[in-house]
Every structure is written in structure tokens, then in C-alpha cells.
């Protein structure tokens, strides 16, 4: 593919992402099923979808000229979707598990028909805040202080620190509220892992690869699961 062409095609992808984003949003608020303020706090949901896509558009733009990590890998998209496919469901059954062994809380699950929108918007709003930001940070400090595009090594440096950001938001959400503590260790240990391979899907097949890897992931947990689970468990 010829670079304009692949550049336009890169652009039509975050703006794809960035109006689905909005209209999810749009679609969403003011639902008292959809519990935006756990996430966004007093700020408007359409509001606070509009910063988290400005942010993201930048970062795929400074990620993609750093040559480090694309939006769209078009060659490698259907070998990309069948890993993607295959692994997400392989990482989700542990937590499943988790979840039969030591119980999350009740509510932690948005119910279908809103989860099908809901899910998609919030990993993006995740995807935007645990990596491409950081991602992004690290890789621009690196070239500021040496002068050149980031070579493999800082790249992998940068998806080892990425790969920490969430895990420890996440679990953090549950340390001191008298959970289980292997619960929590598991929810560090899992989200680290689920960040690497994530992260690895990213760089070796593009941005929209690692999203459908994070929303097959979610199917399985948050909404196969999270609905079966209040009548298995509760």
C-alpha cells in the first residue's frame, strides 16, 4: 500500500473509532442503568467522550509517525483478528473461575441491550487511558532525548511500562475493601498478562487488532458471563 493511501486509511480509522465513540456516548447518557460517573465523575458523558477521543487521535498520530505502533496493520488484519479471537476467550476463563472461586461484587456488570454499547465506548476510554497514552509519553521522551525514532528495545521498554498501568488501576479498586487477598493478587498477576498480550497485538498488528482482542474479552466476561453469573452466583 502506497504511504498516502495508508496514511488516509490510518485517519479513517480513528475517526471511525472516534464518532462510535460519541454516538455511544450520545446514545447512553442519562440512563440510570449506565454508571458513567464511576468512570467520568461529574463530567457530561458526551463531554468526557469528547476529550478522551481528542486524546486519542493525538496519540495514534504521535505513535504512528514514531513508526512504533500503527492503527491499522492491513496485511496482517485476518491473521490479527483470528489470534485476537482465539486468545481473548483463553484469558477470560480464568476470571471466570476467579470470579467462582472468590466472587466479585453483584454490580460490577452493565446489562445487555446497554452493555453492547457501553462496553465498546469504555475500552475505548481504557485502550485511551492505560496505553496509548502511556505508550505515547514514553516513546516521546525517548525521542527527545535521543534524537531518533525509538528503536525496538525502548519500544518493548515502553510496552513494559504500559503494561503496568492498568493492572495496578484496576486492582487497585479493590485493595482495603476486605476482598480476598489472593483475589487481588490475581487481578495484578491476570491484568499484567492481559496488558502483554494486548500490548504484543498492538505493535505486531495494529491498533484495531488489539481493540477487538479487548472486546471479545468482554463478551466473555462482562457479558456472557456477567449475566449468567447473578443467577449462578448470587
Same mark, same amino acid.
Given at each position: ?11 479513517? !480509522? ?19 442503568? /449506565? ?17 478522551? /477521543?481528542?486524546?486519542?487521535? /493525538? ?16 496485511? &496482517?488484519?485476518?491473521?490479527? #483478528? ?63 532525548? &535521543? ?17 503496568? /498501568? ?14 480476598? !487477598?489472593?483475589?487481588?493478587? #490475581?487481578?495484578?498477576?491476570?491484568? &499484567? ?6 500490548? !504484543? ?5 495494529? #491498533?484495531?487488532?488489539? #481493540?477487538?482482542?479487548?472486546? !471479545? ?18
Amino acid at each position: 500500500m502506497e504511504p498516502t493511501s495508508r496514511n488516509r486509511l490510518d485517519l479513517v !480509522v480513528i475517526a471511525v473509532f472516534s464518532i462510535c465513540a460519541v454516538v455511544a456516548a450520545a446514545a447512553l447518557a442519562g440512563d440510570p442503568a /449506565v454508571p458513567f460517573a464511576n468512570f467520568f465523575g461529574p463530567i457530561p458523558p458526551v463531554t468526557a467522550t469528547l476529550i478522551v /477521543v481528542a486524546v486519542a487521535a /493525538v496519540a495514534h498520530i504521535a505513535l504512528r509517525a514514531l513508526d512504533a505502533f500503527h492503527p491499522l496493520r492491513a496485511g &496482517t488484519l485476518h491473521r490479527g #483478528f483470528v489470534v485476537a479471537a482465539l486468545a481473548a476467550p483463553v484469558l477470560a476463563v480464568p476470571t471466570v473461575i476467579a470470579d467462582l472461586t472468590w466472587k466479585f461484587p453483584p454490580g460490577i456488570n452493565v446489562a445487555p441491550p446497554q452493555a453492547f454499547l457501553f462496553y465498546p465506548l469504555m475500552g475505548y476510554v481504557a485502550e485511551t487511558a492505560f496505553h496509548l497514552v502511556p505508550l505515547s509519553l514514553v516513546l516521546l521522551a525517548a525521542r527527545l532525548v &535521543t534524537g531518533a525514532r525509538p528503536s525496538g528495545r525502548i519500544v518493548w521498554v515502553a510496552i513494559g511500562v504500559a503494561a503496568l /498501568v492498568e493492572p495496578v488501576f484496576q486492582a487497585s479498586g479493590i485493595f482495603g475493601t476486605g476482598s480476598v !487477598v489472593a483475589l487481588e493478587i #490475581f487481578m495484578l498477576a491476570h491484568l &499484567t498478562l492481559f496488558s502483554i498480550v494486548l500490548l !504484543v497485538l498492538y505493535r505486531r498488528y495494529g #491498533f484495531v487488532t488489539a #481493540f477487538a482482542f479487548r472486546i !471479545v474479552y468482554y463478551l466473555v466476561w462482562h457479558i456472557l458471563w456477567g449475566t449468567a453469573r447473578l443467577q449462578i452466583l448470587f
